[in-house]
T-cell receptor
Framework: DQQVKQNSPSLSVQEGRISILNCDYTNSMFDYFLWYKKYPAEGPTFLIS?????DKNEDGRFTVFLNKSAKHLSLHIVPSQPGDSAVYFC????????????FGTGTRLLVSP | ETGVTQSPTHLIKTRGQQVTLRCSSQ?????VSWYQQALGQGPQFIFQ???????GRGNFPPRFSGLQFPNYSSELNVNALELDDSALYLCASSSTGDSIYGYTFGSGTRLTVV
């Protein structure tokens, strides 16, 4: 049962344009959502997060939007840069008493100059 | 401040064998979690250790076991290896009380079972 889904395996955008990565979830107990970025041969690195009590969180070029009623979140990158090319994972956590992340399958973003 | 280091980086084992993967936590972190990332999938939670005890486990069979040492380093042991165990194994450390974005991941160990 895939509780966190990223339906687009890949996305290509041009430098300077907006990148929008989408994520859907099914578990209504999730109360915290995160985006991780992963380069080849490296571990995932934390990018941005959002609590379920908010609908938007911004950090520089990165903005995450959460629509709880639709169980959907998205990551916007504006403007996109070639260095943003990586695999992006959406992850979620529920209040289980220990730190556990449920990840989506990832979206490979390619930003071309 | 050192990050999370994992060893070895790559490993090839035969079906039925046993394997031990190692992780050194980031300085100041007292909790370690292990994840399995199969090809084309996102990381899946295996288990978490805090104060040398397992305090959370995902849907993995008992042949996946772990240890956490007093210096907060950790091992992941897998017995009776199966072909489907081929994956990238990621270790993540954090501190109790950190929100979950306090996770720091290592670069992983790529295990191939033949």
């Amino acid at each position: 049962d895939q509780q966190v889904k990223q339906n687009s395996p890949s996305l290509s955008v041009q430098e300077g344009r907006i990148s929008i990565l989408n994520c859907d979830y099914t578990n209504s107990m999730f109360d915290y959502f995160l985006w991780y970025k992963k380069y080849p041969a490296e571990g995932p690195t934390f990018l941005i997060s959002i609590s379920s009590i908010k609908d938007k969180n911004e950090d520089g070029r990165f903005t995450v939007f959460l629509n709880k009623s639709a169980k959907h979140l998205s990551l916007h990158i504006v403007p996109s840069q070639p260095g943003d090319s990586a695999v992006y994972f959406c992850a979620a956590s529920a209040p289980t008493g220990f730190q556990k992340l449920v990840f989506g399958t990832g979206t490979r973003l390619l930003v071309s100059p | 401040e050192t990050g999370v280091t994992q060893s070895p980086t790559h490993l090839i084992k035969t079906r039925g064998q046993q394997v031990t993967l190692r992780c050194s936590s980031q300085s100041g972190h007292n909790t370690v979690s292990w994840y399995q990332q199969a090809l084309g999938q996102g990381p899946q939670f295996i288990f978490q250790y805090y104060r040398e005890e397992e305090n959370g486990r995902g849907n993995f069979p008992p042949r996946f076991s772990g240890l956490q040492f007093p210096n907060y380093s950790s091992e992941l042991n897998v017995n009776a290896l199966e072909l489907d165990d081929s994956a990238l194994y990621l270790c993540a450390s954090s501190s109790t009380g950190d929100s979950i974005y306090g996770y720091t991941f290592g670069s992983g160990t790529r295990l191939t079972v033949v």
